[in-house]
């Protein structure tokens, strides 16, 4: 497979895109941007999770729906979730209706919201590279890193779900953390 597709705006983009309006704009205005922010990262957090086995494309058509009923991904709203949150979160087609994702989402919150302000920005972008390696073709891309190992662990030792490192490895391409543009796509720097 090649690493690089040239879209009909003749832009070359990493090839993972494909031919999907929605993928190419993803790829060209969020992915790989730097995302700070605790909500932000929360959000990014509980998506990846809900993305784990799945394809990325699934959830980023269903991420408005997503952010609906998850009122925005603030932690504090999905840290008061009950029983009856669970089962109206389980009965909606818009999303992932996965109900250990769905709970250790609101898991997560809770610990997001026993947290200092800024304290999971910090934490998560403590672990990004100080310096990145612009991969040459997807061969060069890893699945996990030493740093997306060690983010996981020191996740899951505080309690969070669903931060496997090829969970939080794609959260650090996606937030920024790493960038993962190959040479020649119009959006490597």
């Given at each position: ?8 705006d ?13 993928y ?69 087609a ?23 302000p800024?304290?999971?920005?910090d ?12 991969p040459?073709s ?52």
């Amino acid at each position: 497979m090649t690493s690089l597709l040239t879209g009909t705006d003749g832009r070359a983009r990493c090839a993972w895109v494909g031919v999907d309006a929605e993928y190419a704009r993803y790829h060209d205005e969020e992915w790989g941007f730097a995302l700070h922010g605790d909500r932000a990262l929360f959000e990014k957090m509980a998506l990846e999770g809900f993305q784990a086995g799945l394809s990325w494309i699934t959830i980023l058509r269903k991420r408005p729906r997503f952010r609906e009923v998850f009122h925005g991904f603030e932690p504090a709203v999905v840290a008061a979730y009950d029983d009856d949150d669970v089962e109206r979160l389980m009965a909606d087609a818009g999303i992932i209706r996965n109900r250990a994702k769905i709970l250790a989402t609101i898991g997560n919150a809770r610990l997001v919201t026993d947290m200092e302000p800024g304290e999971l920005d910090d934490l998560m972008w403590s672990f990004a590279p100080a310096v990145g390696i612009r991969p040459r073709s997807f061969a060069d891309v890893p699945a996990i890193t030493a740093e997306s190992t060690e983010m996981s662990k020191t996740l899951r030792k505080r309690g969070f779900r669903f931060v496997g490192a090829t969970t939080m490895y794609a959260l650090m391409q996606s937030s920024g953390m790493v960038d993962d543009h190959v040479e020649g796509c119009w959006r490597a720097q």
